[in-house]
């Protein structure tokens, strides 16, 4: 089951890394830097910071569904059955941390 | 028919429906009061989610921030939605793979710990019962300005809804309110920016209309945002789109951050990804949900702008006969008033010839003053109070509360639009109240007495102290509603903080890293707690500078949770790693989901 959390934790770091890109950074921290382009009638840090970025957020949380959710079928299909298996014997096996 | 009928019709209507919607799903069972049988499907879990999440804070207080902060304001739009992120990549999935009733026993469970429950059980009663005052106060602004009844009548009868249906559906109950609530609000929302975005730009998109050219008023063929920075900068604002406003870059990070992990940390929230069938309709759920709470996120700023171009335009400059209706209206309710300086004419500014105020509590000679004695002033000692005024920062210009509310008026629109407002107000209050009230109850009923003082309480008996103890919480929100205490606006900041620096790191750790033990995590919240806890009470309550690199009780959180994590992670190697049951609990948290793992969710619903 190890190739399946390694998967799930790449899918996350991934797409918070856009999370944080677009929400902190392109809403904050260039902020002033995107302002001096405009977008439509928006100065394009305004844009980002009151649009922008929570498009970009519901976006995320649909693509991680979809991607999870297929992950999820694929293991849980023949071949995740035998490596679940092989999981159960070796419970609490090697350790793994995220943050 | 005149705005107060219409209310009446609107308010009755809606209020009807949600007491059919608690008598159709009553319940029978703890499973379907704490977890509403964990057979609510997806999308309708996400409108559930998204009217629990947006309360009155968001309906009635949110747009009118952002139009008097201009680009700052964009923290709270960043922080409630970004967190949303957070909620379902790192929590939502995983917390409902673990199935349990409440956070708290999730917290006692991966910490096997009653200590670390009853840290978790305080911080959600308390974040619970900040956020009901809050919402106590908005249903009290709707009642009164809108159906001229006594806010404490408007209390009363908001909380005798909530109670019945509370108390009878539990969280099945509160689960189909809110999807009628959804609805309620939303329609509420949307339906006057569009029409407002239409008559100021032709378009009727509001989040088009926010970049487009104004096709009336003096600043007809000028873009609405520059139009409202030339505003701005005439009477000495700070502009409304350049970076920050008056606020700095680390103060907007550390807010927006603060916001985020506090809304992915928040009980109620977490709550409703219990009530989902699966892992997978956890994580569309939390896609739904940020779908809808999104409809009303992106239309915040347009309305903003809007409000912000109408209140200058309609009332500067104006005379005392020259005013438009919605301002005497609003008088009556004293959050907002002009005190005239002797010229006749309304001047709205953010220099020393302001003219327009809230009543809010006054501080130093002010105080000794008194409102009665500053509104009956006249002259030479208008002249000196208006100074005085002047330099009270919060209660200079109109309550931000009103701005949602009034915009409607301000732009003309029909009757009913504006009655349409209120019963969504109403909606957005009601339904994050219930939320909130029942995790007060699981917490007390399942977390301190079923799982501490009476394990072997039966059935029948849990339910019963459930019921009890919702009913009774609803008493203590009414109270709150009725004997408003002076800090709401400031403990809202508090909530946030607290569940950012004590549940999101916890939770986090608990799952993704399995060496993590109940010491360190303890130590973590306490000192996330503690730092939080202090640093705001003493901004608040003991005027003490932001010592902390000039950071704002608002974002203080952030360096709480920051220090949550660095406690927790540096004890860690120190202390014993948690037994086999906790590491195969992980373990299992790790892997797909199995048809084994679902099956005994099947309830009838």
Known sequence: ?99 | MGIKGWTMIFVGASFTLYLVIAWFSRVRDTRGFYVAGRGVPAAANGMATAADWMSAASFISMAGLISTMGYAGSQYLMGWTGGYVLLALLLAPYLRKFGHFTVPDFVSDRYSSNVARSVAVLCAIFISFTYVAGQMRGVGVVFSRFLEVDINIGVMIGMAIVFIYATLGGMKGITWTQVAQYWVLITAFLIPAIAISFKLTGNPVPQIGLGSELITGDGKGMGLLEKLNQINAELGFDSYTAAFGGDAMLNVFCVTLALMAGTAGLPHVIVRFYTVKNVKAARWSAFWALLFIGMLYLTAPATAAFARYYMIDSIDGKTQQELPAWFENWEKTGLILWLDDGDGKLRYSNRDDNEVFNKGGLTGPAALLGWDKIIGSQGAERKAALKLLNGQKKIRGPDKDIIVLATPEMANLYAWIIALVAAGGLAAALSTASGLLLVVSSSVAHDVYYRMINPEASEARRLLVGRGVIGIAVVIAGLFGIYPPGFVSQVVAFAFGLAAASFFPAIVLGIFNKRVGTIPAICGMLAGIGFTASYIIGQVYFDIEPWCFGIKAQGIGTIGMLLNFIVTLALTPLCPPPDERVCALVDSARRPETAEDTAPAAVDH
């Open chain 1, 1 to 99: 089951m190890q190739g399946y959390w390694r998967k799930n934790v790449t899918i996350m770091v991934v797409l918070l890394a856009i999370w944080a890109f677009v929400g902190l950074g392109c809403g904050v921290l260039f902020a002033k830097t995107l302002n001096q382009f405009s977008l439509g009638g928006f100065p394009l840090g305004f844009w980002f910071a009151q649009q922008g970025s929570i498009i970009v957020f519901i976006i995320l949380i649909l693509v991680y569904a979809i991607l999870l959710n297929r992950l999820d079928n694929e293991y849980s299909g023949d071949a995740g059955k035998e490596e679940l298996a092989a999981a159960a014997e070796s419970a609490g096996g090697a350790e793994e941390t995220e943050e």
